[in-house]
């Protein structure tokens, strides 16, 4: 049996639900796909930049209330352990538990009147008709396809043969820790508990959540990272015996065409993921959205979407080329060696981190400066100040 729609959305995170919701309020008609039912679990720290509680507001109209989101506002940047900027006053950061927050996500796609297809299984992606098979046999087929099935998407599968390149591929590793434990709120991130990746602890309203991520290549044993980091700020608990959890993601290593023909790529499923905060949630709600809008624009026009879907692009890909061209230079090691010191002495850098986080500054106005003070210290005094 074939079913017919305009678009097909396969995957229900922020990507999926975002280019779900924006087809269907522009009129297409959408089959939204995923393999969970939801509520469902989703390894991730739940951190929402300013940056994602803008997008999330444009794309969803969901503001952060208090059920879904925990606002901190004290930040601490340590390396190692050793604190090298804090802010009791900083642009606050909205955690949360995916669980709740992409479920939230879903029951909006799901009222703007998209079909749902979830939980099944799928047997087949045909990305020229382009269409899905389930495995009970029912066949989706849709004018447009958007894989937004993250890290280890199928449809990238179906498309390249692989979803990701090992080689760039980001891997993180969390646990939930008991609320009771503190009632500090601060939010901690340190540039020293992985190589090319760093360490969290997010508070939030029933847990806290401590992890490592990094570049997956840099860090052959993420989980003698993980255990340095937990003795560092829970000595009592064995990490042998906690409930760990590891996953994927593609930290900067973006698609630079996503997709082929009638099938588009958004979220993790394009790499969009930034190659030095981490930060995925926002870009994937973003380029959902785009994707949404690219496929309803296509439709109308006749046009393949990807011209549309690139020339909404640019911006995010500008932003990630960039932030990896910077991560390059932090992490050569005679910089990380002399960063930890120079954030600490230079209170103005965890500023301008924040508000990286923020979405208040971009990497095209931080690359400026991260070269200057670089190139001030290769090159000692000679070099004058740029105008
Ligand atoms: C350890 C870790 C910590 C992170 N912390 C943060 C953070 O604090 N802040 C932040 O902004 N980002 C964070 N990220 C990144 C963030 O989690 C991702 O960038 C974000 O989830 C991407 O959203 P998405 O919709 O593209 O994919 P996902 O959220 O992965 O959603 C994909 C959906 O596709 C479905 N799916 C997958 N395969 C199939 C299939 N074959 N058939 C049907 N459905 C399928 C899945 O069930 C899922 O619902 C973190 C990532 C990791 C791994």
């Not at 639900?17 to 469902?40: C, E, H, M, N, Y």
């Not at 879904?68 to 506002?73: G, I, W």
């Not at 939030?204 to 993980?226: C, E, Q, R, W, Y």
């Amino acid at each position: 049996m074939t079913q017919s729609y305009d678009l097909l959305v396969l995957g229900s995170g922020p990507a999926g639900s975002a280019a779900a919701i924006t087809a269907a309020q522009a009129g297409l008609s959408v089959a939204l796909i995923d393999k969970s039912a939801f509520p469902r679990d989703k390894l991730c720290g739940g951190g929402l930049t300013g940056r994602s509680v803008r997008y999330m507001a444009e794309v969803f109209g969901m503001t952060p209330d208090t059920a879904l989101f925990l606002p901190s506002t004290q930040f601490r940047l340590t390396f190692a352990g050793r604190v090298i900027g804090h802010e009791a006053e900083a642009p606050v950061l909205q955690m949360t538990m995916r669980r709740d927050f992409d479920a939230a996500l879903h029951v909006r796609a799901q009222s703007s009147g998209v079909t749902v297809f979830a939980p099944v299984k799928l047997s087949q992606i045909d990305t020229d008709a382009p269409s899905v098979t389930l495995s009970d046999g029912r066949c989706l087929r849709g004018r447009i396809l958007i894989g937004a099935d993250g890290a280890n998407s199928a449809v990238a599968r179906a498309l390249y043969g692989r979803a990701f390149d090992p080689a760039e591929i980001g891997f993180g590793l969390e646990v939930e820790l008991d609320r009771e434990l503190t009632e500090d709120n601060t939010t901690e991130i340190d540039l020293g508990a992985a190589h090319w990746g760093y360490g969290w602890v997010f508070p939030k309203n029933g847990s806290i959540t401590l992890g490592v991520g990094g570049v997956h290549a840099k860090n052959p044993d993420m989980k003698a990272h993980f255990r340095n980091y937990l003795a560092q700020h829970a000595p009592q608990f064995d990490a042998e015996k906690l409930r760990c959890k590891g996953a994927f993601l593609p930290f900067g290593a973006y698609r630079k065409t996503p997709g082929r023909g009638p099938v588009l790529l958004a979220g993790d499923a394009a790499g969009l993921v930034d190659p030095i905060t981490g930060e995925g949630i926002a870009w994937a709600m973003k380029s959902g959205q785009f994707a949404g809008q690219a496929a309803a624009e296509a439709l109308q026009s006749g046009t393949p979407p990807m011209a549309a879907y690139m020339a909404r692009l640019g911006y995010i890909h500008r932003e990630m080329a960039a932030a990896r061209r910077i991560r390059a230079l932090i992490y050569a090691t005679p910089v990380r060696n002399y960063f930890p010191g120079a954030v600490e002495r230079n209170p103005s850098m965890t500023r301008s981190y924040l508000r990286l986080l923020a979405g208040d500054l971009d990497y095209a106005d931080l690359g400026h400066r991260v070269l200057w003070r670089i190139a001030r210290r290769l090159g000692g005094t000679m070099l004058r100040r740029p105008a």
